[in-house]
């Protein structure tokens, strides 16, 4: 019998083994797709059950084995490497719900960081200078600073301070190149990876400042054509009167993916959010895995969000751009190209900018950060000692 999570309490059932074997077939006694896809073995997907497991919600996403999507779960271990543990569970392979739970397949450690010796990793991370994106400032403005980067008792922090930086010259990315002279009242930080990674699990634990036009970010990016995915971002929050809403500051967890099918300088977003706790109260391990088929997104363990690279042609994404050929529907926002990984603190511009209210100096907080590439046990045998098993 296989275990599956499932419910909004997070309870188990198990699976019927019938269930497992009957992918392709609808009847009375199996699952009735709803929407998903199989390909190469693999299948996932979300099922309606007629009848044979009682008690179960009626919509459920869930995987068959051989899927992609996660699905098997084990018991969560607390936390107990780096400062500022707090008790919640560390998302590792062993304890999240894995895709290759059971499968003839692993994951190998590929790059990690967990921020000892005093100092950045030069060789490995690349700090941000100056103003890296939105030259309009219409979204954030902040001069970003090497030294609002520090390593210091086994974190990463970032920090966001007001700062008087009169007159610094910002170059436009654009034909014919220009350069502007700009007041900036803010400093921040900004560092990404000298190297780019593809498909495998990406996850770090992070802790998030709190305050208005705080703008805290771990995510990938993958430049041109536009690639991008947001594992998460924070923002300033409104309420109906359109004025921010202090109640759900570093509440409103955004996962984004993003991509550009035809070079225009334009992605195309697919976007989703939920209202959790205050995530500025602890540390989280925020887990983000992408694969050709979907792109998963967990918190301290727990699936929330789940995207397709196809889908049936009568149950398209919500709020996604599509493409329909041979009967499927395509993302067009499905990201495809590696990407660096990226932790940033921006500033939001404009009334969004912060306020009396936001306590500055602020901090994002970095643990740790690793990166998995997913292999075939005969490959993963030959690997140095140290990757998890």
């Not at 051989?66 to 998302?91: D, F, H, V």
């Not at 054509?225 to 971002?233: S, Y």
């Not at 967990?298 to 709020?319: C, I, M, N």
């Not at 990226?342 to 901090?363: E, K, M, V, W």
Request: hydrophobic content about 35%.
């Amino acid at each position: 019998m296989l275990t599956a999570r499932w419910g909004r309490d997070g309870k188990t059932l198990p699976f019927p083994q019938e269930v497992v074997k009957s992918i392709y077939k609808i009847n009375q006694n199996e699952p009735q797709l709803l929407t998903g896809s199989g390909e190469n073995g693999y299948f996932y997907g979300v099922f309606r059950l007629k009848r044979g497991i009682p008690k179960m919600p009626d919509l459920h996403t869930f995987l068959i084995v051989g899927c992609t999507i996660l699905c098997l779960t084990g018991p969560a271990r607390a936390a107990t490497e780096g400062p500022g543990n707090t008790g919640e569970a560390a998302a590792t392979p062993a304890d999240v719900p894995a895709p290759d739970r059971g499968m003839p397949q692993t994951w190998v450690l590929v790059f990690e960081d967990r921020f000892g010796g005093g100092r950045l990793d030069t060789a490995a991370w690349e700090p941000v200078y100056g103003v890296p994106r939105d030259l309009d400032f219409r979204m954030q403005k902040a001069w970003h600073l090497p030294e609002n980067l520090a390593v210091e008792n086994g974190l990463l922090r970032l920090t966001a301070r007001r700062d008087s930086l009169p007159q610094m010259p910002v170059v436009t990315f654009w034909e014919p190149l220009e350069v502007k002279q700009e007041d900036f009242a803010f400093s921040t930080a900004e560092v990404r990876t000298r190297e780019k990674f593809h498909y495998g699990r990406y996850e770090a634990r992070v802790r998030i400042p709190r305050g208005k036009g705080l703008w805290p970010a771990f995510w990938l990016f993958g430049g041109h054509p536009w690639n991008e995915i947001d594992i998460f971002e924070f923002w300033n929050e409104y309420d109906r009167q359109g004025r921010t809403d202090t109640t759900l500051l570093a509440r409103v967890h955004h996962m984004n993916a993003w991509y550009d099918p035809g070079d225009t300088g334009q992605a195309l977003p697919c976007s989703d959010s939920y209202t959790g706790g205050d995530f500025s109260a602890r540390f989280h391990v925020f887990t983000m895995i992408w694969s050709p088929e979907h792109i998963s997104w967990y918190v301290d363990g727990e699936l929330k969000r789940v995207v397709f690279s196809t889908y049936q042609a009568d149950r398209p994404p919500r709020s996604c751009p599509v493409f329909s050929a041979g009967g499927r529907l395509y993302l067009k926002s499905f990201p495809r190209d590696p990407m660096a990984i990226i932790f940033s603190l921006g500033i939001q511009s404009g009334g969004d900018a912060p306020d009396g209210s936001t306590p500055l100096p602020a901090a994002m907080e970095v643990d740790w950060v690793r990166y998995y590439r997913r292999v075939e046990p005969a490959a993963a045998a030959s690997t140095p000692a140290g990757a998890p098993e």
